[in-house]
């Protein structure tokens, strides 16, 4: 297709992030700047703010950078930690590598906890690795709350519980990006003592702001911490009317913001959460139903207890192209879906259903997919809408 040619209708976004940012908040941050010392801007910053430490549960220091998740993971550990530190990384998929790569580079040394990457951690063997760690070397154990790559979810609550049980004063580090505003999440309740966010995933807003939200145990590391740091520096920031930032705050994403958490607390936030879980059980109800049939496509993700209400990772038959597969549904049905990371490149495509989304939009993505799949000739069973459309039936609540 050409540059000029318009595909007609909509175009279906459905990738695991960036997301649909809704209109309101799209028109919110279409002005003009003012001056981000002014009263004006410093009111909306502070709603904004205090909006996010409600979606966190959390009286908490945030501290926010004009950056993506990558740069508030860069903020986070050269923030907390000396040269030579070790942490504990809880590994499963491609989102917990990049973050240990990253530290490496820091001079941090990564413990790359092992898992089985269609499970997700076993939390008995993580509380027996902390309690084997009689020195407590381990500074801190790092998770991704939500591995966007495997739709693999982790329970934090019961990691928390595995810290506490094996008497090791580690902080505990979640990665929230694909979870924050998708589903359940609670920093101060579970005992979080760093949490870093970003924008463009359940928050609805373009990419370019992510945060870090520090508790008292994470300050005071902070305080002890010696890798270099200047744009990211908290100590810096603390001394800030808006206690983030290093030169020129960037305006129009506060205004987005604001909207943004408006219409969360507007549905409401356990509203929200459900509404993600229900979405993303009538994907998994399609995707169970596609593969009712020899060799056909499954969820990636295979403990039920861990799936994911922010994306769902589906797996191809073996000698599928799930690139090409992709290309077809985007070229064909202007449906775009993320693709397979790392080790799953080409083998998964990923349907994310997280922020702005109902109904009708899954409906129709999988509506696509399965034309899309009956088109690339992979096996699956049909039926896969039908079955979604039930369990959206099964489980409809008035609103
Ligand atoms: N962590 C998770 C769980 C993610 O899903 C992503 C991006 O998708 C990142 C970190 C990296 O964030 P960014 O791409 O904004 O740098």
Request: with cysteine; glycine share 10%; charged share 20%.
């Amino acid at each position: 297709m050409g540059m000029n040619e318009r595909k007609p209708g909509r175009h279906f976004f459905a990738n695991p992030g960036p997301t649909n940012i809704p209109d309101s908040v799209l028109r919110a941050m279409d002005r003009n700047s003012i001056d981000f010392v002014e009263a004006e801007f410093l009111a909306v910053f502070d709603q904004a703010r205090a909006g996010l430490q409600r979606l966190l549960f959390t009286t908490h220091e945030v501290f926010f950078y004009t950056s993506t998740g990558h740069g508030a993971w860069e903020a986070t550990m050269v923030n907390l930690f000396s040269e030579g530190d070790a942490v504990l990384m809880i590994g499963g998929g491609y989102f917990s590598g990049a973050w240990a790569a990253l530290s490496e580079k820091f001079g941090i040394k990564v413990e790359m906890f092992q898992v089985d990457p269609r499970l997700g951690a076993d939390i008995a063997a993580l509380r027996d690795r902390l309690a084997a760690d009689h020195a407590h070397a381990i500074k801190a154990v790092c998770v991704v709350h939500n591995e966007t790559s495997t739709s693999v979810a982790l329970p934090l609550p019961a990691i928390r519980a595995a810290l506490d049980a094996a008497g090791h004063p580690a902080l505990l580090l979640a990665d929230t990006i694909s979870s924050l505003g998708c589903f359940e999440f609670r920093m101060d309740d579970w005992g979080i003592d760093a949490v870093v966010g970003g924008s463009q995933k359940g928050l609805m807003l373009p990419a370019g702001i992510a945060f870090t939200a520090a508790g008292p145990k994470a300050l005071a590391a902070h305080a002890a911490s010696k890798l270099p740091k200047f744009y990211f520096d908290w100590t810096a920031m603390l001394t800030r009317r808006y206690r983030s930032f290093t030169g020129t705050v960037p305006i129009l994403p506060f205004f987005g913001m604001v909207e943004a958490i408006r219409l969360i607390e507007q549905e409401g936030i356990p509203a929200v959460w459900a509404r993600h879980r229900r979405l993303a059980d009538a994907v998994r109800e399609a995707v169970r139903a596609w593969g009712k049939t020899n060799h056909g496509p499954e969820l990636y993700c295979r403990d039920a207890s861990r799936y994911s209400d922010s994306v769902t990772t589906i797996l191809l038959p073996e000698g599928a192209d799930a690139d090409g597969f992709r290309k077809l549904l985007l070229d064909r049905y202007n449906v775009s879906t993320g693709g397979g990371l790392a080790a799953l490149s080409g083998r998964v495509f990923r349907i994310g259903h997280m922020g702005d989304l109902n109904e009708a939009m899954i409906l129709g993505t999988l509506g696509c997919v399965e034309l899309a799949m009956a088109d690339a000739n992979i096996p699956h069973a049909a039926g896969g809408v039908a079955a979604a459309m039930a369990s959206l039936a099964a489980t409809s609540t008035p609103r």
